[in-house]
């Protein structure tokens, strides 16, 4: 497990460690679409009170990974193609109107800490931590958007990015290497620390637009 800076730190609270837990379970597809989630039987699964996991589970609403019912109880988001087209359009017309504003505010912390994420998701990828690659790829992302100083969006694009990557592992014939994943960040930050907006734009466009690599595409 990676124990850098650039990840959330040690968390010790309950509500918190059942928080990412089943958060995990869900990107990675262990909890499976429209699967049913009730408190009692995960309360028992992780020791815990149904409060907190009651705790848990409102966080995993607002992130949009479960629905709350009360006749249905709660159920794992369904994922829909078509739904996960129109998120994928959305974080890429936010992202790339961010990318324009960015350019013009970046600083040395800011690349440093690019950086430190870089290495990060580097070592992620060699690992074969999937997980922790998708965390540290939203870092990356968001700490480019805060740069746009457009605070109103960020939540929608925090909230975009981890569905088109809860997505990405579902598409069928997805092939890219992690390794190779994380690589394809490095042309958006010498984009950054060259100041290039209209370059570093075209470049998130196609980084988006090719999340997805199936077999047969370069």
Same mark, same amino acid.
């Given at each position: ?16 460690? =059942?928080?990412? #837990?089943?958060? !995990?379970?869900? &990107?990675?597809?262990? +909890?499976? *679409? $429209?699967? /049913?989630?009730?408190? %009692? ?24 990974? =479960?629905?709350? #019912?009360?006749? !249905?109880?709660? &159920?794992?988001?369904? +994922?829909? *193609? $078509?739904? /996960?087209?129109?998120? %994928? ?40 931590? $999937?997980? /922790?690659?998708?965390? %540290? ?82």
């Amino acid at each position: 497990m990676l124990m850098n800076a650039t990840l959330p730190s040690l968390i010790r609270r309950p509500r918190d460690v =059942v928080y990412e #837990s089943l958060k !995990r379970q869900i &990107m990675i597809n262990d +909890l499976r *679409p $429209e699967s /049913a989630l009730t408190e %009692l039987g995960m309360a028992r699964e992780h020791g815990c009170s149904q409060g907190t996991i009651r705790e848990a589970l409102f966080r995993l609403q607002e992130d949009g990974l =479960v629905t709350r #019912s009360g006749h !249905r109880g709660t &159920m794992v988001t369904r +994922l829909d *193609p $078509e739904e /996960a087209e129109e998120i %994928l359009a959305l974080r890429r017309r936010i992202e790339l109107r961010g990318a324009l504003r960015a350019v013009q505010h970046v600083d040395s912390a800011n690349l440093e800490r690019l950086q430190a994420i870089q290495t990060d998701m580097d070592a992620a990828a060699a690992a074969g931590d $999937e997980y /922790a690659l998708i965390a %540290l790829d939203m870092a990356f992302h968001l700490t480019i958007f805060r740069l746009s100083g457009l605070d109103a969006l960020e939540q929608i694009l925090t909230r975009c990015t981890l569905h088109s990557h809860r997505s990405k592992l579902w598409a069928p014939g997805h092939r890219r290497p992690l390794v190779e994943t994380a690589a394809r960040h490095r042309e958006l930050f010498a984009l950054l620390e060259a100041r290039d907006g209209g370059g570093l734009s075209r470049a998130i466009a196609e980084h988006i637009d090719t999340i997805v690599l199936r077999d047969g595409e370069a």
